[in-house]
Each structure stands twice: as C-alpha cells, then as structure tokens.
C-alpha cells in the first residue's frame, strides 16, 4: 500500500496539519487526528513518506493510553472508525487504523520533557553548561549515560517550523503557575517510570520522551488535565535496544536514524527542497517503526 501523504475530508474543514498529522474539527468540541506516513528530518517533511508509519503511531498511542489509563485521563473518544459520525463513512479508507476521535483540550504551551539518560539536545546542553534546563548534573556523564535519577526538563512549544526551546521549571511556573507546574511534572514522571518500567520488560530502554497536556472542563465544571496528541512512540521518544546499550556515544535507536543518516550521507544541504528517499531506505525505517510496535505491543500485526 503506498504511503499517504495528505488527507482529505471533502467540505471537513482542516484546522491544524503538523509534521505528521491532520487535525480536522467536528462538532461538540471533538477533533479528528489523522497521522499520516509523512516523514521529517532536519525539521523538512520529505516528499517520500513511509508506509503505515501513521498506523504504527497511532496503534502504539492507543496502546499506551489504554496502559497509562489509571495514571492519567486522555483525550480519546474512540479510535473505531464505524463509530465516527456517518459524514466520515465515505472516508474510511483515509481513518482506518490510523485515526482518533478525541476531545479538544486547551492545551498548555509546555513540551512535557523527561529525560533518564544524557542524551541529543540534553547532551549538547550537559557538555556546554554541565546542566540541562537548568538542572546541575554531576561532572563527567559520558554521552547516553544513565542520569542519577530521571529529570523534568521542558520545553516551550515554538510553532516556527524550528525546534522547541529548552526552558527552566521556573518558567514553566510563569507561564502555568505553580500548582500546575508542579502537576505536569510529577504527571510526567510517573508516567515516565510506568512506561520505562514496561519497556525494560521487552528489551527496550526508554531513555527519554516527551508528553503534551491539555485541561478539559469536566462536568462539575473543575478543569481536568488530560494527556493529548499522541503518547510514547518512536516519533516523541527515544528507545534503545538494551541488548547493544553502551554509553559513551550515540546509541542505534527505534525512530528514522536510517533517514538522517541517509541525508547527512549525501551531503544533502538542509535546504528545501529534500531529495527523495531510495527504497532501502524507507523499507528499512518502518522496518524499525515496526519492531518498535512489535516489541512494545506485543502484537504482530497492525489490523485493528
């Protein structure tokens, strides 16, 4: 099945389309995520995309909503395509497998980051400053360490195309206020231990990921937080196969290395347009997306 790049509801009006996903609003404050098979390196969506990658996305997020779901609510109403409203029936072949219904959340302006090894952003800041978001961490961590403990360290959600800047839990406070700063991080690290725990069952290290949370009113009118968009996969977090782990250098991990290292062979520039992508390539990247899936599910096929 080739890979689908764009999507298209008729008269649905799209109201957001990231990297990888189309939001589509509906009636009754819901929203339609669709994660599509498009791919980013060094901040350009390629015109190659990968098949099923978005499939694989949004089955590992039901997944974990389903296992995180007496630590956290979450926004999903329902994943079951016969279940949306009938105006969408006609556009099954677009939803299967690789959409949500959910609620709308007013989201906060925070990327929930957490991190238990020194690793990509986090390292770079660790070997300029010694500290990552403002954390003090002991001298001498190697790349990929394992940190003393797991760390809270944000980000701000910068809609610019561009990566999202680290920030200190001091400014997380002005922009949330302290009590909700203080939820999403204890939210964030609890969630972290859960799934990190479950990972090292299946031989995987989760060394780092990062949440977004939004508040929902609920019925007694008290806002409730929720976790949103899409939960631990490849694309949000970062997993190491435990079996080859050894820390002082970058570690092979289940995401689109296979991509970047592709460009960065190719000397390709970082400038658009982004050459296309040979076939080994995008078969060997969702053959990674796909033993992801595998290991963390433990199911073998994406039918829902």
Not at 183 to 191: D, E, F, S
Not at 266 to 280: E, F, M, V
């Amino acid at each position: 099945m080739p890979a689908l790049l764009s999507t298209n509801l008729g008269s649905l009006r799209r109201t957001a389309q990231g990297k990888v996903r189309d939001i589509y609003a509906l009636p009754d404050d819901r929203l339609l995520f669709i994660a599509t098979d498009r791919i980013s390196a060094f901040d350009h969506v390629l015109a190659t995309g990968i098949p099923d990658k978005g499939r694989i996305l949004t089955q590992l997020s039901l997944f974990w909503f389903d296992y995180l779901r007496d630590l956290v609510p979450n926004h999903l109403l329902t994943a079951q395509a016969d279940l949306y409203p009938p105006r969408l029936r006609e556009f099954e072949h677009q939803l299967e497998g690789r959409s949500m219904l959910v609620r709308r959340a007013t989201m906060f302006p925070i990327e929930c980051v957490v991190r238990g090894y020194v690793s990509g952003s986090g390292w770079k800041d660790y070997r300029d400053t010694g500290a990552i978001c403002g954390i003090r961490l002991p001298a001498g961590l190697r790349e990929s360490d394992q940190l003393p403990e797991p760390i809270f360290t944000p980000a701000a959600k910068i809609h610019t195309g561009g990566h999202d800047e680290n920030i200190s839990f001091d400014v997380v406070v002005e922009q949330v206020g302290g009590p909700t700063a203080e939820q999403l991080r204890a939210l964030t690290l609890r969630i972290y231990a859960r799934a990190s725990a479950h990972a090292a069952t299946k031989g995987l290290i989760l060394a780092d990921t990062k949440f977004e949370f939004g508040a929902v009113t609920t019925d007694a009118d008290d806002p409730e937080t929720i976790l949103a968009d899409e939960v631990l996969t490849p694309d949000s977090s970062r997993y190491w196969p435990a079996a080859t782990y050894k820390p002082g250098g970058a570690q092979p991990s289940f995401d689109k290395q296979f991509v970047r290292d592709y460009l960065e062979g190719i000397s390709w520039n970082k400038q658009a347009p982004a050459p296309p992508l040979p076939d080994a390539v995008v078969e060997q990247t969702r053959a990674k997306y796909m033993d992801a899936f595998h290991l963390l599910t433990g199911r073998t096929s994406l039918n829902t």
